[in-house]
Antibody, heavy 118, light 106 residues
């Protein structure tokens, strides 16, 4: 059974860097074709893709956020980490990590709410 | 940037067929994925590669694609199908989501 869980701060101040960790089980990020992505959702709004990392270390980023976002993986710990710099109140929302196989997000974490406020 | 356009809201009576569309330039050349999201819950993949259903997804959910429009069809809509639905596609090496459609069953 595949599960993913996001963890990190619930509140960050403007200009700070956000670091979120996705801890997963039930699959390995060293298996061919597998990836883990990050998607966020402002309250009451649409899903927005942020980044995706694959088993072979290929990493993809949203063009609009590429300058602010970094995704890394630790295969031995079954974790994927997202960092987002220069946080702003408009970045407030729920952040999800999801398993990708490899082009669809077939299993999602429960999400973690992040508020950006001084 | 690539955009996927969805009608913000659709209403359907119980037992009727609901159609939710997703439009994008040259969408016929891309695979489309559909997600269902109920209030307070994480999205669930319900259609992949235009028309395939993951294990456990009811047969009343189906997908199709023609021209620049993909359609999610829910046959015999039930009250439990009331949710937000998002389409997704790939544009080169980037994932794109549609703006979402709120399905109301009344």
């Amino acid at each position: 059974q595949i599960t993913l869980k996001e963890s990190g701060p619930t509140l960050v101040k403007p200009t700070q860097t956000l670091t979120l960790t996705c801890t997963f089980s039930g699959f390995s990020l060293s298996t061919s074709g597998v990836g883990v992505g990050w998607i966020r959702q402002p309250p009451g709004k649409a899903l927005e893709w942020l980044a995706l990392i694959y088993w072979d270390d290929v990493d993809l980023y949203s063009p609009s956020l590429k300058s602010r976002v970094t995704i890394t993986k630790d295969t031995s710990k079954n974790q994927v980490v997202l960092t987002m710099t220069n946080m702003d109140p408009i970045d407030t929302g729920t952040y999800y990590c999801a398993h990708s196989n490899p082009r669809a997000f077939d299993i999602w974490g429960q999400g973690t709410m992040v508020a950006v406020s001084s | 940037s690539y955009d996927l356009t969805q009608t913000p809201s659709v209403s359907v009576s119980p037992g009727q067929t609901a159609s939710i569309t997703c439009s994008g330039d040259k969408l016929r050349e891309k695979y489309v994925y559909w997600y269902q999201q109920k209030p307070g819950q994480s999205p669930v993949l319900i259609i992949y590669q235009d028309n395939k259903r993951p294990s456990g997804i009811p047969e009343r959910f189906s997908g199709s694609s023609s021209g620049n429009t993909a359609t999610l069809t829910i046959s015999g809509t039930q009250a439990m199908d009331e949710a937000d639905y998002f389409c997704q596609a790939w544009d080169s090496s980037a994932v794109v989501f549609g703006g979402g459609t709120k399905l109301t069953v009344l």
